[in-house]
């Protein structure tokens, strides 16, 4: 299967939303769920696939017995950090970065579903479909990879889903090093040009991992 490229996204906030994590657990209300399914490019037949990896590169179903903000929480009540937005009106400080992993839908769709054939028409009943071990295997290679990079103790969750047309890793993770909040340090650098560059090298260490998934480095956007 030739040019096949990985997808890397990466965005920071400066907290993560109820709302946001209930998207990313798929834990959401009726109301919600109707909305996704309208969109169009959610399959509620193949919502049972999904899965996360928790600490020590276990495959799991996803826990909804705490969304992503009481995890966060709980981890640095754990760990004894102090969330620097907490008391204030307005957050001010970058507290998560989101990571969205994934590649060309032709090839991931393969990791995930072998030679099943997955029938992308809205509405469609997908529910006979099982999940392949090698988009396991993908999921537990690049959760290493983030773990060794940025520390596993920083990730919050790692949230695979299976249910859209492309399926993609939803990575939540603290910036922090040192005991202290240090997104500046850690991604950003002195400047924009320090941050392009890192960005850009971030680029080409994830695709050491995806060489052996047959996905190429894609292009820097």
């Not at 276990?58 to 009481?70: A, F, Q």
């Not at 500046?184 to 850009?200: L, N, P, V, W």
Request: hydrophobic share 35%; glycine share 6%; net charge positive.
């Amino acid at each position: 299967m030739a040019d096949q490229k990985q997808v890397l996204d990466v965005k920071v906030s400066k907290g993560i939303t109820t709302a946001q994590s209930n998207e990313h657990l798929r834990d959401r209300s009726e109301r919600a769920e109707k909305y996704a399914m309208n969109k169009g490019n959610y399959d509620p037949t193949r919502k049972h696939l999904n899965f996360e990896i928790a600490p020590g590169g276990k495959v799991r179903p996803i826990d909804t017995s705490r969304n992503i903000p009481e995890r966060m929480a709980d981890i640095l009540e754990r760990r004894g950090i102090k969330d620097p937005n907490e008391g204030l009106a307005e957050p001010r400080f970058r507290t998560v970065v989101n990571f969205i992993f994934g590649g060309s839908r032709e090839r991931m769709t393969e990791l995930a579903f072998g030679d099943q054939k997955v029938n992308l028409t809205h509405g469609a009943d997908n529910s006979h479909l099982t999940r392949c071990k090698d988009i396991e295997e993908w999921a537990k290679d690049v959760y290493r990879f983030v773990a060794d990079k940025y520390g596993e103790e920083n990730i919050v969750a790692f949230i695979l889903h299976l249910d859209e047309t492309n399926p993609h890793v939803h990575c939540t993770l603290l910036p922090i090093k040192d005991g202290k909040f240090a997104y500046k340090q850690i991604f950003a650098g002195k400047d924009k040009y320090e941050f392009s560059a890192r960005m850009k090298a971030l680029h080409s260490e994830f695709a050491d991992v995806n060489k052996r998934w047959g996905m190429e480095r894609g292009t820097s956007v």
